[in-house]
């Protein structure tokens, strides 16, 4: 990663705080916003237009640490039975809206001129080629309309911002407050996740952007 401006969203998170405390040891000028910390709203444009828009200069990376499994109360919907068109919105607004809103108000913090990194946190189960299981829709829904908007953005930022890298990454399953909930599961700590982020994006050129890839920089279908 480049060692002069980063941009985490979402920094009061598990993987957004590993992730500034990972850049910081790096020699990362890291600046952080969220909800707690900085009253972001994601969701909300306004708050959006007015956070990013305090920040002043360019950034050689802008990282959305941003995302909530099921917002509100409850586990994902197992059966289509399940759905709830309020929660359903409620997840698109999280995990899809947000991540617009910020491309959209963040664009002018992108140098033209050098490689800059755009990356959003998204999840393998939002990759419809890899959906074997079923469930989950409006998390894995919402993902995949983020996976859309991440591509989307790199088509346009190419146009405008040549050395742009804009993705979305998986970060494998985090012991987080996200993932509480699912104690079976085989986990990795937020540090050690952050690092393995980083690593990935350190091996990414212009050529990638666009991509899908997990934590370990192999390509996920979309």
């Keep these: 990663m480049p060692t002069d401006r980063t941009l985490v969203i979402g920094a009061s998170g598990g993987i957004g705080g590993a992730l500034m405390a990972a850049l910081r040891q790096r020699g990362s000028d890291a600046t952080g916003l969220s909800r707690r910390d900085d009253g972001l709203e ?3 444009e306004a708050s959006v237009a007015r956070c990013l828009g305090a920040l002043e ?3 050689d990376a802008i990282l959305l640490a941003t995302g909530a499994l099921s917002p509100g109360a409850g586990r994902p919907e197992k059966s289509l039975a399940e759905m709830d068109a309020e929660r359903l919105a409620q997840s698109y607004a999280v995990n899809a809206i947000g991540p617009a809103l910020v491309l959209k108000h963040g664009l002018r913090l992108l140098p033209r001129e050098r490689r800059t990194v755009v990356a959003a946190l998204s999840a393998r189960v939002g990759s419809i080629g890899d959906n074997r299981l079923g ?3 409006s998390y ?3 993902k995949a309309a983020l996976n859309q908007i991440v591509h989307g953005a790199a088509i346009e930022l190419r146009r405008t911002h040549p050395y742009a ?5 998986h970060p494998g ?3 987080t407050d996200f993932t509480a909930a699912y104690p079976d599961h085989d986990k ?11 690593d990935v994006l350190d091996g990414l050129s212009a050529k990638d952007t666009g991509g899908f890839y997990d934590y370990a920089g192999r390509p996920i279908p979309w």
Excluded: N, Q
Excluded at 165 to 169: G, Y
Excluded at 188 to 198: G, N, Q
């Design 173 to 175: 399953t985090v012991a």
């Design 165 to 169: 890298i804009c993705v979305a990454l």
């Design 57 to 59: 200069g360019t950034f």
């Design 140 to 142: 894995r829904a919402s």
């Design 188 to 198: 990795t700590t937020p540090d050690d996740a952050a690092a393995r982020l980083l």
């Design 135 to 137: 469930g989950w829709h």
């Design 42 to 44: 994601i969701t909300d």
